[in-house]
Each structure stands twice: as structure tokens, then as C-alpha cells.
């Protein structure tokens, strides 16, 4: 039998959209612990310990990742740390440099992309459900929704990126 591959998944959120972000990745980390022939690992800040080097930590695991979940908001663009540090990381300034790791940024809360600096996302597919939904506008079912159908898509991404 084969091993499962396994992929790191960045995890970047605007600490002001904790709670949101949470209820996301609760409901995320059911698919991703069921995947079919893959092991999603999940990083987080919230994983660093007491005493640890925080700076040094964020830069490892961007480094260890394969896909970076940025759930953007007005808070998250409104970050200078994730501007500066995880955003430089994913987003290049042309296509052929690429980028470290793959950005698969998720509408967590509406804005309007026009009027945010949004440091080279505008470039790159914003993932919002089918209808156009951020994840905030939606409602019990329709998160699940949300998330079942961003799932899909990432384990798309994950058998083109192997």
C-alpha cells in the first residue's frame, strides 16, 4: 500500500478574525483529516510555545509548507506582519519568479479588491464559494458548503503539485 503524501499548510489570519478563522479551520480540518492517499498538517501561530522565538518559528514553517491558506479580510491586508513577512513569501511580483510556496487565498470577510492594498493578491484567484460568497456571509450549512467545496480545490491543487 502506498504511503499517503503529506502536505504543510500555512495557515495566515488577521488575529482581529480569530474566531472566524477558527470556526473555519474546525470545520476545514474534517476534510483535511479524511483525505483520500493525502496527511494535511495544519501550522498555525498558535503553535509556538512560551519562550520560543516567534519570528523564527513563522519563517520555519513558511519555509516546511506546501500551501499557505491566507484568509484575507480588511484585517488581514491591514497587518503590517503578515504584509511584510507571509505575503513576501507567497506572492512574487510576476508569475515566472514564483513564489516559495503556493497562496491559496480564501474570502473570509468581504472587501472590496479595488480599494485595498492587497500586495499582489489582486493577481492571484481569490477562493469565495460558488456564488461569490465570503466565508463570513454565510450561514450554518453554507460554511460547510464553503468549506467542502474549497477542500475539493485544494486536493486539485494538491495531485497538480505533487
Known amino acids: 500500500m502506498e504511503k499517503p503524501a503529506r502536505k504543510n499548510i500555512f ?5 482581529r478574525d480569530g474566531r472566524l478563522a477558527m470556526d473555519f ?15 494535511f498538517s ?7 510555545l512560551p519562550g520560543e522565538h516567534w519570528r523564527h518559528e513563522i519563517r520555519q514553517a513558511l519555509e516546511q509548507c506546501h500551501f499557505g491558506l491566507l484568509l484575507t ?3 488581514f491586508f491591514a497587518s503590517d506582519f503578515i504584509r511584510e513577512e507571509e505575503l513576501s513569501h507567497f506572492v512574487s ?25 492587497t500586495r499582489g493578491l489582486v493577481d ?7 456564488d461569490g460568497l465570503f466565508y463570513s456571509e454565510c450561514a450554518g450549512n453554507g460554511r460547510d458548503r464553503f468549506v ?10 494538491t495531485r497538480k503539485y505533487r
Open 11 to 15: 495557515l495566515s489570519y488577521a488575529h
Open 25 to 39: 479551520l474546525d470545520r476545514l480540518s474534517s476534510h483535511l483529516g479524511a483525505a483520500k492517499g493525502v496527511r
Open 93 to 117: 511580483s510576476t508569475p515566472e519568479q514564483g513564489a516559495s510556496g503556493k497562496a491559496v487565498p480564501v474570502g473570509l470577510v468581504p472587501y472590496d479588491f479595488d480599494l485595498l492594498d
Open 148 to 157: 467542502a467545496q474549497l477542500f475539493g480545490l485544494l486536493m486539485q491543487l
Open 73 to 75: 479580510s480588511p484585517s
Open 42 to 48: 495544519v501550522w498555525r501561530d498558535h503553535l509556538i
Open 124 to 130: 492571484r484567484q481569490v477562493y469565495r464559494r460558488d
